[in-house]
Protein backbone atom coordinates (compact mmCIF):
# COMPACT_ATOMS: atom_id res chain seq x y z
CA UNK A 1 0.00 0.00 0.00
CA UNK A 2 0.93 3.22 -0.79
CA UNK A 3 2.20 5.72 2.47
CA UNK A 4 0.01 8.66 3.53
CA UNK A 5 1.21 11.60 0.89
CA UNK A 6 1.33 15.57 1.55
CA UNK A 7 1.56 18.06 -1.04
CA UNK A 8 2.95 19.88 -1.52
CA UNK A 9 6.10 19.26 0.03
CA UNK A 10 7.86 22.54 0.59
CA UNK A 11 5.97 26.11 1.03
CA UNK A 12 7.06 29.89 1.14
CA UNK A 13 4.58 32.36 2.10
CA UNK A 14 4.76 35.86 3.39
CA UNK A 15 2.88 37.32 6.21
CA UNK A 16 -0.53 37.84 6.08
CA UNK A 17 -0.85 35.33 3.01
CA UNK A 18 -3.00 32.06 3.76
CA UNK A 19 -2.15 28.64 2.26
CA UNK A 20 -3.54 25.23 2.09
CA UNK A 21 -1.91 21.99 2.90
CA UNK A 22 -3.02 18.45 1.29
CA UNK A 23 -3.05 15.24 2.66
CA UNK A 24 -4.14 11.99 1.20
CA UNK A 25 -4.37 9.01 4.00
CA UNK A 26 -3.27 5.41 3.42
CA UNK A 27 -5.94 3.23 1.45
CA UNK A 28 -8.83 2.45 3.45
CA UNK A 29 -7.61 4.47 6.38
CA UNK A 30 -10.69 6.78 7.94
CA UNK A 31 -9.23 9.14 10.46
CA UNK A 32 -6.82 11.93 9.52
CA UNK A 33 -4.82 14.03 11.91
CA UNK A 34 -2.42 17.55 11.30
CA UNK A 35 0.40 17.88 13.78
CA UNK A 36 2.60 21.25 14.03
CA UNK A 37 6.43 20.06 14.29
CA UNK A 38 8.64 23.23 15.36
CA UNK A 39 11.91 23.42 17.05
CA UNK A 40 10.92 25.60 20.05
CA UNK A 41 7.90 23.06 20.85
CA UNK A 42 7.83 20.73 19.44
CA UNK A 43 5.28 18.24 18.21
CA UNK A 44 1.87 19.67 18.91
CA UNK A 45 -2.14 18.27 17.60
CA UNK A 46 -3.70 20.15 15.50
CA UNK A 47 -6.67 18.48 14.80
CA UNK A 48 -8.34 15.37 13.58
CA UNK A 49 -10.74 14.10 10.89
CA UNK A 50 -13.27 11.20 10.43
CA UNK A 51 -15.79 11.05 8.39
CA UNK A 52 -15.95 14.43 7.20
CA UNK A 53 -16.36 15.71 10.60
CA UNK A 54 -13.86 17.35 12.99
CA UNK A 55 -13.58 14.78 16.11
CA UNK A 56 -10.44 16.30 17.98
CA UNK A 57 -8.99 19.85 18.21
CA UNK A 58 -5.80 20.91 19.96
CA UNK A 59 -5.15 24.63 21.33
CA UNK A 60 -4.33 26.80 18.17
CA UNK A 61 -6.04 29.95 16.82
CA UNK A 62 -8.90 30.02 14.65
CA UNK A 63 -6.69 31.06 11.80
CA UNK A 64 -5.76 27.18 12.23
CA UNK A 65 -8.92 24.81 10.24
CA UNK A 66 -9.06 21.90 8.35
CA UNK A 67 -11.25 19.42 6.18
CA UNK A 68 -11.74 16.05 5.05
CA UNK A 69 -13.59 14.51 2.16
CA UNK A 70 -15.63 11.84 1.14
CA UNK A 71 -12.71 9.77 0.13
CA UNK A 72 -10.96 10.51 3.39
CA UNK A 73 -8.67 13.54 1.97
CA UNK A 74 -7.83 15.98 3.79
CA UNK A 75 -6.71 19.75 3.61
CA UNK A 76 -5.41 22.16 6.55
CA UNK A 77 -5.52 25.66 6.15
CA UNK A 78 -3.90 28.56 7.47
CA UNK A 79 -5.21 31.98 7.12
CA UNK A 80 -3.05 35.30 8.35
CA UNK A 81 0.17 33.92 8.15
CA UNK A 82 2.34 34.77 10.63
CA UNK A 83 6.55 34.38 11.01
CA UNK A 84 5.56 32.09 14.02
CA UNK A 85 3.60 29.60 11.37
CA UNK A 86 6.99 28.60 10.08
CA UNK A 87 6.95 24.76 10.95
CA UNK A 88 7.17 21.47 9.51
CA UNK A 89 3.14 20.21 9.27
CA UNK A 90 2.43 16.54 9.74
CA UNK A 91 -0.42 14.90 8.36
CA UNK A 92 -1.28 10.95 9.89
CA UNK A 93 -3.90 8.77 9.15
CA UNK A 94 -4.96 5.40 10.93
CA UNK A 95 -7.57 3.06 10.07
CA UNK A 96 -10.69 3.97 11.94
CA UNK A 97 -11.34 6.39 15.16
CA UNK A 98 -15.07 5.26 15.55
CA UNK A 99 -14.58 5.39 19.61
CA UNK A 100 -13.29 1.94 19.69
CA UNK A 101 -9.78 0.69 19.91
CA UNK A 102 -7.91 3.62 20.53
CA UNK A 103 -4.44 1.62 20.65
CA UNK A 104 -5.12 2.06 16.30
CA UNK A 105 -1.32 3.26 15.31
CA UNK A 106 -0.88 6.40 13.65
CA UNK A 107 1.07 6.93 10.43
CA UNK A 108 2.32 9.71 8.99
CA UNK A 109 3.42 11.24 5.74
CA UNK A 110 6.67 12.97 5.20
CA UNK A 111 5.49 16.44 6.23
CA UNK A 112 4.95 20.00 4.30
CA UNK A 113 7.51 22.46 5.16
CA UNK A 114 6.07 25.70 5.41
CA UNK A 115 8.46 28.73 5.53
CA UNK A 116 6.63 31.96 6.28
CA UNK A 117 8.85 35.44 5.65
CA UNK B 1 -3.13 17.15 32.24
CA UNK B 2 -1.35 14.26 30.75
CA UNK B 3 2.18 14.93 29.81
CA UNK B 4 5.55 12.74 28.47
CA UNK B 5 9.11 13.29 28.97
CA UNK B 6 12.15 12.37 27.79
CA UNK B 7 14.89 13.39 30.03
CA UNK B 8 17.60 13.49 27.71
CA UNK B 9 17.84 15.47 24.74
CA UNK B 10 20.56 13.65 23.25
CA UNK B 11 22.38 10.39 23.73
CA UNK B 12 25.74 8.93 22.08
CA UNK B 13 26.62 5.25 22.05
CA UNK B 14 29.12 3.55 20.15
CA UNK B 15 28.11 0.60 17.35
CA UNK B 16 27.03 -2.42 19.03
CA UNK B 17 26.64 -1.36 22.11
CA UNK B 18 23.01 -1.38 23.52
CA UNK B 19 20.92 1.44 23.01
CA UNK B 20 18.38 2.74 25.65
CA UNK B 21 15.80 5.75 25.55
CA UNK B 22 14.16 6.91 27.99
CA UNK B 23 10.58 8.30 28.69
CA UNK B 24 8.39 8.54 31.63
CA UNK B 25 4.81 9.72 31.83
CA UNK B 26 1.92 11.43 34.16
CA UNK B 27 -1.54 10.50 33.00
CA UNK B 28 -5.32 9.64 34.30
CA UNK B 29 -6.27 6.71 33.27
CA UNK B 30 -4.56 3.75 31.66
CA UNK B 31 -2.37 4.79 29.01
CA UNK B 32 -1.36 4.05 25.09
CA UNK B 33 2.18 4.54 24.77
CA UNK B 34 4.12 4.63 21.01
CA UNK B 35 7.54 4.95 19.84
CA UNK B 36 8.21 6.67 16.69
CA UNK B 37 11.32 7.45 14.95
CA UNK B 38 12.21 10.44 12.96
CA UNK B 39 15.36 10.28 10.09
CA UNK B 40 16.12 14.13 8.58
CA UNK B 41 13.41 15.85 6.47
CA UNK B 42 11.48 12.52 6.86
CA UNK B 43 8.18 12.22 8.77
CA UNK B 44 7.72 9.78 11.63
CA UNK B 45 7.91 6.23 11.64
CA UNK B 46 6.19 4.01 14.11
CA UNK B 47 8.64 1.43 16.03
CA UNK B 48 6.19 -0.02 18.62
CA UNK B 49 3.31 0.25 20.70
CA UNK B 50 2.16 -0.94 24.38
CA UNK B 51 -1.65 -1.24 24.46
CA UNK B 52 -2.09 -4.25 27.05
CA UNK B 53 -0.84 -7.12 28.06
CA UNK B 54 2.78 -8.48 28.23
CA UNK B 55 5.10 -5.50 29.26
CA UNK B 56 7.83 -6.20 27.33
CA UNK B 57 6.97 -5.32 23.56
CA UNK B 58 9.33 -5.84 20.71
CA UNK B 59 8.94 -3.50 17.48
CA UNK B 60 10.44 -3.18 13.91
CA UNK B 61 14.00 -3.20 13.43
CA UNK B 62 15.42 -4.75 16.33
CA UNK B 63 13.25 -2.42 18.97
CA UNK B 64 11.74 -3.13 22.33
CA UNK B 65 10.24 -1.35 24.80
CA UNK B 66 9.23 -2.40 28.87
CA UNK B 67 6.24 -0.59 29.87
CA UNK B 68 6.88 -0.38 33.85
CA UNK B 69 3.39 1.00 35.92
CA UNK B 70 5.43 1.28 39.21
CA UNK B 71 7.63 3.79 37.40
CA UNK B 72 5.93 5.31 34.72
CA UNK B 73 8.01 4.52 32.32
CA UNK B 74 8.13 3.11 28.60
CA UNK B 75 11.81 3.51 28.48
CA UNK B 76 12.89 2.33 24.40
CA UNK B 77 16.04 -0.28 23.99
CA UNK B 78 18.06 -2.05 21.60
CA UNK B 79 20.52 -4.19 22.71
CA UNK B 80 23.10 -3.58 19.71
CA UNK B 81 22.82 -0.35 18.14
CA UNK B 82 23.54 0.51 14.68
CA UNK B 83 25.46 3.45 12.63
CA UNK B 84 21.69 3.68 10.40
CA UNK B 85 19.60 4.08 14.16
CA UNK B 86 21.10 7.92 14.20
CA UNK B 87 17.92 10.15 14.61
CA UNK B 88 15.31 11.51 16.50
CA UNK B 89 13.14 9.54 18.53
CA UNK B 90 10.37 10.55 20.23
CA UNK B 91 7.53 8.90 23.02
CA UNK B 92 3.80 9.31 22.58
CA UNK B 93 0.91 8.70 24.65
CA UNK B 94 -2.78 8.48 24.29
CA UNK B 95 -5.42 8.49 27.24
CA UNK B 96 -8.81 8.48 27.13
CA UNK B 97 -9.07 11.78 29.87
CA UNK B 98 -7.95 13.96 27.11
CA UNK B 99 -9.51 12.58 24.26
CA UNK B 100 -7.22 9.99 22.68
CA UNK B 101 -4.87 12.96 21.30
CA UNK B 102 -1.81 11.70 21.16
CA UNK B 103 0.95 13.98 23.12
CA UNK B 104 3.94 13.58 21.88
CA UNK B 105 7.38 13.82 24.31
CA UNK B 106 10.36 16.93 23.21
CA UNK B 107 12.53 13.88 21.70
CA UNK B 108 15.83 12.55 22.05
CA UNK B 109 18.40 12.82 19.25
CA UNK B 110 20.25 9.36 19.12
CA UNK B 111 23.53 9.25 17.99
CA UNK B 112 25.20 6.10 17.22
CA UNK B 113 29.45 6.37 16.22
CA UNK B 114 31.04 4.26 14.47
Not at chain 1, 62 to 89: C, H, I, K, P, W
Not at chain 2, 22 to 45: A, D, E, H, I, M
Not at chain 2, 47 to 71: H, M, R
Amino acid sequence: KAGVTQTPRYLIKTRGQQVTLSCSPISGHRSVSWYQQTPGQGLQFLFEYFSETQRNKGNFPGRFSGRQFSNSRSEMNVSTLELGDSALYLCASSPSWDRGPFQETQYFGPGTRLLVL
Amino acid sequence: AQSVAQPEDQVNVAEGNPLTVKCTYSVSGNPYLFWYVQYPNRGLQFLLKYITGDNLVKGSYGFEAEFNKSQTSFHLKKPSALVSDSALYFCAVRVRSNDYKLSFGAGTTVTVRA
